[in-house]
């Protein structure tokens, strides 16, 4: 099945897999769409043919916790636009990162992350992974001598995201990748704010890609999702993991899903394009103090981004001269972007990190993280950018 799966899709653009992968195998009585189905478990009269599918040895469903014919069609859309042997999803991006983190180390073991990861990433590095027994290491996030020294060091798992969240820092995947197999690590990186389309974390060397399905793969800010892709072996870890740990993904979340990928390189192309546009108008605003966007020349690593990205994303934050207080005199101004702690979506959402992706997280923890309260993370829609722009000048006028 996995050939016959690779004889379907070799060859085909990003564009077309984004339309096409995943979506035959499970079409009943000539519907065009994958079916939604929902059926706790699957029958089979038979034993044997029962214990050929239980036991993986022909293909087949037995429990939807463990699989279904939804959310693998889900699973093989993403599998297929990231380049990965294998893939499966979770409930949200949380249980993909938490399931991938449980499932990959051990007590006494020691992970290697940097500092700027999503906020509940962040927690999971401070409070939960400690308290079993997991050594946390978590370096200055761009500064790639500490961390090469840090992982040659010693770990089991070296953990990426890139572009950060809400600084949009980025990280040398290739050449951490590379420092990662040295030590003999698994590498994983959240793609989260790139996308597959923008950038493929598994041909840059890493072992493991992931994603909150809830941004940009979901796009409409309807759904909730998580899905790791990458080596067979991996996979297979996590997978067992989820099914036993049950946050396994509802067939309607997978269905919705799998329709919203159908545009996604629709909306990502007007979402780079568009976050260029306002970085870059931004950059020329008085009320405006510093614009974080990996596509500026001025982008501390804009070189690092633009060898590994093959477009900058829809995400970008800017700091207003004004601090806090500016912020909260701007955002009600905005009239065309949802205030709301969410991303990737094809409306304009904007939010600070203190209610958003480090809501979880104190000001003082915030302000060691580099991340100033008068941040504002601006997630671009794929409305006119014209309007956008319009829309941010008179909302700036009071900064
Ligand atoms: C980069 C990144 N990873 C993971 C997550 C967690 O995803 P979810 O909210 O779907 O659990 C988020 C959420 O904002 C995120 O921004």
Redesign the pocket.
């Known amino acids: 099945m996995a050939q016959e799966r690779e004889r379907l899709t070799a060859g085909l653009s990003a564009d077309t897999l984004s339309v096409w992968a995943g979506e035959g195998e499970s079409l009943v009585q000539g519907a065009t769409q994958v079916p939604v189905v929902y059926s706790a478990a699957y029958g089979y009269p038979d034993v044997d043919a029962w214990l050929d599918v239980a036991l993986g040895r022909t293909p087949g469903h037995v429990y939807s916790r463990n699989t279904n014919p939804t959310v693998q069609a889900f699973e093989e859309k993403v599998r297929a636009l990231e380049g990965a042997a294998a893939a499966t999803s979770f409930a949200?991006?949380?249980?993909?990162?938490s399931d991938t983190l449980f499932a990959l180390l051990s007590p006494g073991e020691r992970v290697l992350s940097v500092k700027d990861?999503?906020g509940?990433?962040n927690r999971l590095f401070l409070d939960f992974l400690p308290r079993m027994g997991i050594e946390v290491e978590l370096c200055e996030t761009t500064d790639h001598e500490q961390l090469e020294a840090a992982i040659a060091a010693g770990c089991a798992v070296v953990y990426l995201?890139t572009p950060t969240?809400p600084t949009l820092k980025v990280l040398d995947i290739a050449r951490l990748a590379a420092a990662g197999r040295a030590a003999g690590a698994t590498v994983v990186v959240?793609n989260?704010?790139a996308t597959p389309l923008n950038q493929s974390p598994l041909a840059l060397g890493a072992d493991l890609v992931l994603?909150?399905?809830?941004?940009f793969l979901g796009g409409h800010a309807d759904v909730?999702?998580?899905v790791v892709c990458g080596d067979p072996e991996l996979v297979g870890r996590i997978y067992h993991y989820r099914e036993i740990t049950g946050a396994a993904l509802d067939p309607m979340a997978a269905y919705l899903l799998i329709r919203s990928m159908k545009t996604l390189h629709l909306r990502v192309e007007r979402q780079n394009a568009n976050a260029l546009r306002i970085a870059e108008w931004l950059e020329t605003q008085p009320a405006v103090s510093v614009v974080n966007y990996p596509g500026l020349a001025s982008h501390p690593q804009h070189e690092v981004a633009a060898r590994q990205m093959r477009g900058f994303g829809g995400v970008l934050s800017f700091g207003l001269e004004g601090g806090f207080e500016a912020v909260k005199r701007v955002l009600p101004r905005l009239r065309l972007a949802h205030r709301a702690?969410?991303?990737g979506a094809v409306e304009t959402v904007a939010g600070p990190p203190a209610t958003?992706?480090h809501v979880e997280c104190t000001p003082e923890e915030r302000a060691a993280m580099g991340i100033p309260e008068g941040l504002i993370r601006y997630s671009v829609g794929i409305e006119d950018a014209g309007d956008l722009i319009a829309d941010l000048a008179q909302a700036l006028e009071v900064a």
């Open positions: 949200t991006g949380m249980a993909a990162v990861t999503y509940g990433t995201e969240n959240d989260t704010f994603h909150s399905a809830t941004k909730l999702g998580g702690a969410n991303l958003t992706s």
